[in-house]
């Protein structure tokens, strides 16, 4: 039977029950209303956004990629707590301006995007990450419709890769960025298209708990906007150095310590060419400042043994966590952090069980069951689950996992801090 992976240091339990910004599991439970749900704690990211302020150089800005978590009232309180968003697609744009986030601090990376979505953002005053030359025609084509100049920024596909990255953004022909070798004349053709042109982004990888890797990367990401620039004749007022921190989420997963990032990034900010010296520099995170800040919390429906394995069904879905269930991406699947939230710090048993969420849409007051599936296999559950449940299904009894980076939107959610 495969381990878990840890669950983060920053939850504990009271009296046996998981604790999340403070409150019982049992108690979010019922301000919800129901299971499943997502509770996240507020605390647990300032602190976060804490750890980066005191560990990086005082002038890099932090952006937040909002595709790690967009639910609105957390939204709402990232707006004061980091620099920039990122942002993905129309929707997001509508949530970072929901939100209130000043549109001179939002970027718009990722391929596909429509000229609906390009011109509602040259619209607001977003800078708009370009990522072929085809997008940067059409941008400025709309620009000319809106009678507005566009912020326009290129993402370079650079010529190489975040090292032992979970996705690599680089290094190779990829979807993401324009060729590292065509970068230089797009800027230019921009510039000269009448666009107000932002910087580059060079985004080169994520999920990376490799050190050495990330101080490496950054290095190479400096040079190679140093050349563009030249390349250029100009200085880009930001350049976006990417992120790629990455979480614990797998058993043998050591935390990133990103102290001795900070360190490596202060001196080469330091000692930068001429042509960097006026230009902002900013890190674009995502599961990283908010990866850890939460639970999913699930209620046990069932208990069930099949050839003697003991299968606890919950009340949860894959579509509410994918990467958990394996589903996504992943060719070995792996367990991520899992825990009984009332019984929380209780002895591993012995026994094994496998955890089976519910796939299906749920809407509320209709709780639509469809069909079953393997979600996750979870290992050594507390040797006091699950029976009681079945014998008395009045006590709820719920599963935690660690909320990892939430790359969909949320039935239902609390936010406490
Ligand atoms: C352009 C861009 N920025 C930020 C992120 C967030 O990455 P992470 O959650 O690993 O920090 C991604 C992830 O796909 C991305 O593509």
Redesign the pocket.
């Known amino acids: 039977m495969k381990p878990m992976g840890p669950i983060p240091a920053w939850f504990a339990g009271e009296e046996g029950m998981l604790l999340v910004g403070g409150c019982g599991a049992a108690s979010l439970v019922d301000e919800a209303g129901d299971t499943p749900l997502f509770a996240y704690d507020m605390a647990i990211i300032e602190a976060q956004v804490r750890r980066f302020r005191a560990a990086m150089p005082a002038t890099l800005h932090l952006h937040y990629?909002i595709?790690?978590n967009p639910y609105a009232p957390l939204l709402a309180r990232m707006t004061d707590q980091v620099d920039g968003f990122?942002i993905?697609s129309g929707g997001e744009l509508a949530m970072a301006l929901a939100a209130g986030m000043d549109p001179d601090r939002i970027s718009f990376?990722?391929p596909g995007k429509r000229d609906d979505e390009l011109t509602a953002a040259i619209f607001a005053g977003v800078t708009i990450n370009l990522e072929s030359e085809g997008e940067g025609r059409r941008a400025l084509a709309m620009a000319d419709k809106v009678g507005k100049a566009p912020r326009l920024a290129v993402r370079v596909n650079p010529d190489f890769d975040l090292k032992g990255s979970g996705?690599r953004?680089g290094g190779g022909a990829k979807p993401?960025g324009v060729d590292a070798d065509r970068a230089a004349a797009l800027a230019r053709t921009l510039m000269d298209g009448g666009a107000d042109w932002r910087g580059w982004h060079i985004?080169a990888g994520?999920?990376n708990l490799d050190t050495m890797a990330i101080i490496e990367t950054q290095a190479a990401t400096l040079a190679l906007a140093a050349r563009l620039s030249d390349a250029v004749g100009a200085t880009p007022p930001l350049v976006n150095l990417?992120?790629?921190?990455?979480l614990a989420y797998f058993p043998g997963d050591v935390p990133l310590d990103i102290r001795p990032i900070g360190v490596a990034l202060d001196s080469a900010l330091d000692t930068l060419p001429d042509i960097l010296k006026p230009t902002h520099f900013a890190i674009?995170?995502?599961?990283?400042l908010v990866g850890e800040c939460g639970v999913y919390l699930t209620r046990v429906v069932d208990v069930k043994v099949s050839q003697g394995e003991t299968f606890v069904v919950v009340d949860g879905g894959l579509h509410h966590q994918l990467a958990a269930s394996g589903n996504f991406g992943t060719v070995i699947r792996r367990n991520y952090p899992i825990a009984v939230a009332n019984r929380f710090g209780a002895d591993p048993a012995d026994d094994p069980v496998t955890v089976v969420a519910v796939s299906a849409p749920r809407s509320i007051g209709s709780a639509t069951r469809w069909h079953c599936r393997p979600c996750r296999k979870a290992t050594s559950l507390p040797s006091s689950s699950p029976e009681p449940m079945a014998h008395r299904p009045a006590q709820p009894l719920f599963l935690v996992t660690q909320v990892l980076?939430n790359y969909y939107l949320a039935d239902y959610c609390v936010l406490n801090s």
Do not use: H, V
């Open positions: 990629a595709k790690a990122d993905a990376a990722g996705m953004m993401f985004f994520s999920q990417g992120g790629g921190f990455g674009e995170l995502g599961r990283w980076a």
